[in-house]
């Protein structure tokens, strides 16, 4: 399945600032990923209406079908293991 992943947060939630360098990582170990600043991007947000900050949505890369949706801070294993289950 080809996937990817958006990263809905803020610059003022403190967990979203918490799980960023856990999203850079990933970034940097070839996973796709969007950053999507809720502030700013009013499109997304209304798409995939995250409920919280911070939110995972993953999805197919044409961003047209969610597959799977998590709220809250996670280490890098975790959401390794949820990417790829």
Same mark, same amino acid.
């Given at each position: +399945?080809? $996937?990817? +992943?958006? #990263? #809905?947060?803020? *610059?003022?939630?403190? *967990?979203?600032?918490?799980?960023?360098?856990? %999203?850079?990582?990933?970034?940097?170990? =070839?996973?796709? %990923?969007?950053?999507?600043?809720?502030?700013?991007?009013?499109?997304? /947000?209304?798409?995939?209406? *995250?409920?919280?900050? *911070?939110?995972? /949505?993953? &999805?197919?890369?044409? =961003?047209?079908?969610?597959?799977?949706? !998590?709220?809250?801070?996670? &280490? $890098?294993? !975790?959401?390794?293991?949820? #990417?790829?289950?």
């Amino acid at each position: +399945m080809n $996937k990817g +992943m958006l #990263f #809905f947060s803020a *610059p003022w939630c403190e *967990p979203c600032g918490v799980l960023k360098p856990v %999203i850079n990582q990933l970034e940097k170990e =070839g996973i796709n %990923i969007k950053n999507v600043n809720v502030d700013y991007d009013a499109a997304l /947000v209304e798409k995939y209406n *995250p409920k919280s900050v *911070p939110t995972l /949505v993953l &999805t197919d890369l044409s =961003g047209n079908e969610i597959k799977r949706t !998590q709220a809250g801070g996670w &280490t $890098k294993e !975790q959401v390794l293991n949820w #990417f790829n289950s």
